[in-house]
């Protein structure tokens, strides 16, 4: 057999196998599934329809529904099955341009004729019983009952749980083979983002008998082919609603930009964290107004950024607290160690100041924390050393971000010999602008949250737990909760170290820079801040944790462009911490006692003794980071 003939051979045999297929496909769809073809002719066409399930809720630590669905009624059509001719009434029945209406079909057309796309989502229910009685000359439209968010909870929390959006092409590029679809919203901030593959849940499907005219006729094999959809997962929050919205209450009445975090030192959950400006998230659910979206955008506030774990800031005098330690393990110090403090410490031909030249006279370490003597610490570095002090940096997580479950959190470099060379060059920069990092100025930067996490280490005694916000979720198809695991680390660090630190700090509250924090019969432990604002007035900060002995929370604020920590935002720190281990008692207290932040009060306003009640306590939130580098050009410094 010559090479042709063997070719014709093998090509016959091609179209004979094929025509064999063909033919049994063809005896068993008339054999085995006539019914079903039977019923799909008489009805004219068969009707597949994606069914969405509602997002999972959000709870707070004490069961209470932050985030759950309400119905929201959307309009689909079908491009196969719409009429162009139809496509003036249907506007005027939406209440739409038609221009933009046929924008939207072309577009469901382009991706799939036979799928349904979104046009109309969000429909007022006059709008909805119009189109309604319309239906039967409308071909190809679908009424739907969906979902929307429902915020059920006085807080705000924009920035902790997100919104949604409508998933964009880029991404559907990579999420289709998920099952997602261009009509299809998903977490675009937030919770909702982060966490969008467990709270979305799984799509069911409906198959319906449709006649010639557009007509839903009756169920296909009486629904026995529909699949059911599936709930999305539940998440169960770290977060305290009743902490957070005093947080946010407080931090407005500042009339400032600025964040607060709290979080549980014991386990890293975040008990509360604001952001202020913020935005309200009603603008964003459902229909999106797009005038309001537009005001949120081109707000020069920006409400969109998330200062708690975007905004890098020096950390001023708390970072102090670091050198301490460093000085402390190293050896390079002993606590009882004193210098003179004239109020101006020189190096070469620079001088920089302590407190606007007062000095402090004899310090030893304890005194320097507690009246936060800057001479003493520009000494403390040059003894510790340029490499330690990065190496404890990063020991206590400065320089990276912590990992926390939402998106979008930065950090900034944290200097060292290394950094600078590459900087600067080999021999270019100077001990100058070590004298400005010894009291947490010059090129360090950090977030609230990061020195959140910082002070819950200190407060624990040495346990750096990543910061979290969500303890879990359930999962909806068959309630097993699922509890997430977060990373934990025991710092090398001694214990007697810790102790020093934090019965310095509570010097700081007691007899130091830090007065306005304490509460009657609760042990605060605190540290103030300047960060230094080149661009204008400088930022106040204020970490505390409490009670002293047997610490249930840790708190960092941070206020813009307020000057000194200790009068702004040590009194925020002091009501959070009141109202967390007080209870709810005390809270119109808390928020009428605000008058106190914009005061230079010596002494805390009185707050009545009360019985410290911890049996209550669960996880809460630790952890932070830097982003943005300020650099200090002159060489004089003046932080607390």
């Known amino acids: 057999m010559d090479k042709i003939q063997q070719r014709t051979l093998n090509v016959s045999l091609i179209v004979i ?3 064999v297929a063909l033919f049994a496909r063809l005896v068993y769809l008339q054999v085995f599934e006539y019914k079903e073809l039977g019923s799909i002719s008489d009805a004219n066409s068969l009707r597949r329809i994606w069914v969405q399930p509602p997002r999972g809720r959000m709870i707070d630590r004490n069961g209470d529904i932050i985030v759950t669905n309400q119905p929201l009624y959307t309009i689909k059509v079908i491009p196969s099955e719409f009429s162009d001719e139809r496509k003036e009434l249907m506007a005027l029945l939406l209440n739409i341009n038609p221009d933009e209406l046929e924008s939207r079909i072309q577009k469901g057309y382009r991706y799939n004729r036979f799928a349904p796309v979104v046009v109309g989502r969000d429909i007022a229910q006059e709008d909805m ?18 979902n929307k968010r429902k915020y059920s909870s006085p807080v705000n929390a924009s920035h902790i749980l997100g919104y949604l959006n409508l998933i964009s092409k880029k991404q559907l590029e990579t999420m289709a083979d998920k099952g997602y679809t261009p009509d299809d919203k998903t977490g675009s901030k937030g919770l909702e983002k982060f966490y969008e593959e467990p709270l979305r849940g799984s799509k069911g499907v409906r198959y319906e008998l449709v006649n010639s005219v557009g007509r839903v006729v009756g169920k296909f094999e009486n629904g026995q082919k529909d699949e059911p959809f599936i709930n999305g997962n539940d998440l169960y929050l770290t977060l305290d609603t009743g902490l957070q919205e ?12 600025g964040a607060v975090v709290a979080i549980d030192p014991n386990s890293g959950g975040i008990l509360a964290m604001a952001s202020e400006p913020d935005y309200d998230l009603e603008i964003l659910n459902g229909r999106t107004d797009s005038k309001e979206w537009s005001k949120i955008v081109r707000d020069p506030r920006k409400p969109l950024f998330n200062r708690a774990i975007q905004a890098t800031y020096p950390p001023g005098s708390i970072y102090k607290l670091l050198l301490a330690i460093a000085g402390l393990e190293t050896k390079a110090i002993s606590p009882d160690k004193r210098i003179f403090c004239s109020g101006v410490f020189r190096l070469g031909r620079g001088r920089f100041l302590c407190h606007g030249g007062q000095g402090h006279g004899s310090v030893d370490m304890k005194k320097a924390i507690i009246e936060s003597c800057n001479t003493y610490f520009y000494n403390l570095i040059f003894d510790v050393g340029f490499e330690k002090w990065s190496e404890y940096g990063r020991m206590f997580g400065f320089g990276k971000t912590t990992g926390l479950d939402l998106p979008g959190e930065r950090s900034a470099p944290l200097p060292s010999p290394e950094y600078y060379d590459k900087r600067y060059g080999k021999g270019k920069w100077t001990k100058g602008y070590l004298v400005s990092l010894s009291i947490g100025q010059g090129e360090l930067g950090t977030t609230p949250l990061q020195l959140a996490a910082f002070t819950a280490t200190i407060a624990n005694r040495g346990t750096y737990y990543q910061p979290h916000l969500v303890k879990g979720y359930r999962e909806a198809k068959n309630d097993n909760y699922v509890q997430l695991d977060f990373s934990e680390e025991k710092l090398p660090v001694s214990e007697e170290t810790f102790e020093f630190i934090a019965e310095s700090m509570a010097g700081v509250v007691e007899k130091g820079t830090g007065r306005l924090a304490a509460i009657d019969g609760i042990r605060v432990a605190g540290k103030t801040g300047t960060a230094q604002n080149p661009h204008g007035k400088d930022h106040a900060w204020f970490v505390a944790f409490a009670p002293v002995e047997k610490p249930v929370i840790a708190v960092a604020v941070l206020v813009e462009n307020a000057g000194y920590g200790g009068s702004i935002s040590a009194p925020i720190a002091r009501d959070i911490i009141d109202l967390y281990i007080n209870g709810p008692d005390t809270t119109a207290t808390a928020v009428d006692s605000t008058a106190a932040i914009t005061s230079d009060r010596a002494t805390p306003a009185a707050t009545p003794a009360r019985i410290i009640a911890t049996q209550n306590v669960q996880d809460s939130a630790l952890t932070a980071i830097p982003d943005s580098l300020k650099k200090l050009n002159n060489n004089e410094t003046n932080a607390f």
């Open 129 to 146: 019983m119009r189109l309604n009685e319309n239906l039967w000359q409308l071909p190809g439209v679908l009424i739907e009952v969906e």
């Open 17 to 19: 196998a094929v025509f």
């Open 246 to 257: 005093l947080a946010e209450t407080l931090l407005k009445k500042t009339e400032k930009s």
